[in-house]
């Protein structure tokens, strides 16, 4: 069997790093359709040495393909994702819009592979933030168990899309070039959809997505929410605060965790992360050894260092992570999703 596949919002920053993801993939495809809003129509991209054309989003363009790829914002998901599964589709959703929904599997492969058997048709991938800390926590918690986890990010501004890549460089660019910070344009960050905007450049924003309950942001809830979900733990105690920086891609995180289970110590948590799926041990202090944003871009993999124990409690460990946010947040945990349907012989509705 070979798949159709679409990619919807393949123009996107997600979108083009899931063509990517495509081309290296060991799903076997028989066509690739790339699609978009129709001010992209007739855009061509190669793939694989071949030329493809975009095509503007419609109903029926899911006619004959067997897996769709979604990342062109919730309300497209919540308009055409059923419109793919109606059309015998396998919806792999990079929107937050279904994350939630108890019908619906959140995924990420080398934690919870097995929650794909009960799907209906649409799969959601986590939130990008979300991701990498579960692939960095998972082999931690089935040694010892978590108790609770506290996590600081430092998120790279791909997360918000293409246009707020381009903000954040024609910021950069009118600030050294003297134009002072007040008068820098601001149009999309902290949140397309909130009232206020503020330059990204040589600023850090604590706000990612709009205010919620209790005063933490979406970005916040979502990891919160997500992690009890993909761990299947309504017990483990999560916090969040999510910062915006001005890097363009690789998101960053300090986490803070306290283990259930007596034994472990820093040399036992830094071999379960060494052989840990998806994950890569980088933590040498006398080597200035650690995980950074730049040196994650383009990297499949989530990297782990500054492993220590805390000061004060026995249980309790930091450590940084960081992963490229549009391969392992997004396209590839995508993609990879698509790779483990397919061996599970699951790419059916
Ligand atoms: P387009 O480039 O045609 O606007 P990003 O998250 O990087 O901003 O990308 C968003 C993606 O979602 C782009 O590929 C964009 O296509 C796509 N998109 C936005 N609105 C629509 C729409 N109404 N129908 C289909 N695709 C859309
Ligand atoms: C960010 N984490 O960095 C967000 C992007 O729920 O899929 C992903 C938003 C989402 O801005």
């Not at 790093?17 to 690739?32: A, G, R």
């Not at 939130?127 to 998972?138: F, K, P, Y």
């Not at 600030?175 to 206020?196: F, R, V, W």
Request: hydrophobic share 40%; charged share 25%; glycine share 6%.
């Amino acid at each position: 069997k070979k798949y159709n596949v679409a990619v919807v919002g393949a123009t996107g920053a997600v979108g083009t790093k899931m063509i990517e993801m495509l081309e290296e993939t060991s799903l076997p495809l028989n066509q690739v359709k790339l699609l978009a809003s129709k001010r992209s129509a007739g855009k061509e991209v190669t793939f694989k040495g071949e030329t493809l054309v975009i095509e503007e989003l419609v109903p029926d363009s899911f006619a004959g393909v067997d897996l769709a790829l979604f990342s062109a914002g919730g309300s497209i998901s919540k308009q055409y994702a059923p419109e793919a599964v109606k059309r015998g589709a396998v919806v792999v959703d990079n929107t937050s819009h279904y994350r939630m929904d108890p019908e619906v599997p959140l995924v990420v492969p080398e934690v919870n592979p097995h929650a794909l058997k009960r799907h209906k048709g649409i799969i959601a991938n986590p939130n990008c933030s979300t991701i990498q800390m579960m692939v960095a926590l998972e082999p931690i918690r089935q040694a010892y168990g978590l108790d609770r986890l506290i996590v600081s990010t430092y998120q790279a501004v791909s997360g918000a899309g293409i246009h707020a890549m381009e903000e954040l460089k024609s910021q950069a660019l009118a600030y050294i070039d003297g134009t002072p910070a007040e008068q820098l344009t601001a149009e999309i960050l902290p949140s397309g959809g909130d009232k206020k905007h503020y330059p990204i450049a040589f600023n850090a924003l604590p706000q990612i997505d709009v205010f919620a309950e209790a005063d933490y942001t979406y970005e916040e809830w979502k990891m919160i929410n997500e992690t009890k979900k993909i761990m299947e733990d309504d017990s483990i105690k999560v916090v969040a605060t999510c910062v915006r920086i001005p890097v363009l891609s690789g998101h960053s995180e300090s986490i803070y965790i306290e283990v259930k289970e007596a034994g472990s110590d820093v040399s036992k948590i830094k071999e379960l992360i060494a052989n840990a799926p998806g994950a890569v041990l980088q933590d040498d202090p006398s080597q200035q050894l650690y995980p950074q944003a730049l040196t994650s871009i383009d990297r499949k993999e989530t990297f782990v260092g500054r492993i220590r124990q805390d000061i004060d409690i026995d249980k309790g460990y930091h450590m940084w992570v960081v992963s490229d946010n549009l391969l392992k947040g997004a396209a590839w945990n995508s993609v990879q999703i698509a790779e483990t349907l397919h061996e599970m012989d699951l790419v059916r509705v």
